[in-house]
């Protein structure tokens, strides 16, 4: 899987994934191969909503710290 994959875009894929499960009623052989990319992509999602948790935590409490944003 691409390292540089958006959250949009895998997101994305999940959705198209689950719209092709449902739908199409996929072989067992296919449906192998959808569900381990569903698992990649969302391990990829839940990756990237970690660092974003982090990234938001962190940049929120450099606004508290911060003596101008008090006024």
């Given amino acids: 899987m691409?390292?540089?994959l958006t959250y949009k875009a895998a997101a994305s894929r999940l959705d198209e994934i689950?719209?092709?499960i449902e739908g199409e009623n996929p072989d067992v052989d296919e449906?192998?191969?959808l569900v381990?990319?569903?698992v990649?992509?969302?391990k990829h999602c839940?990756?990237?909503l970690t660092q974003a948790d982090k990234q938001?935590?962190?940049l929120m409490a450099q606004l508290s710290e911060d003596p101008q944003?008090?006024?």
């Fill in 2 to 4: 691409k390292k540089d």
């Fill in 18 to 20: 689950v719209r092709r």
């Fill in 31 to 33: 449906l192998t191969d």
């Fill in 36 to 38: 381990k990319e569903a």
């Fill in 40 to 42: 990649e992509l969302s």
């Fill in 46 to 48: 839940r990756e990237k």
């Fill in 56 to 58: 938001l935590t962190s």
């Fill in 69 to 71: 944003v008090e006024g």
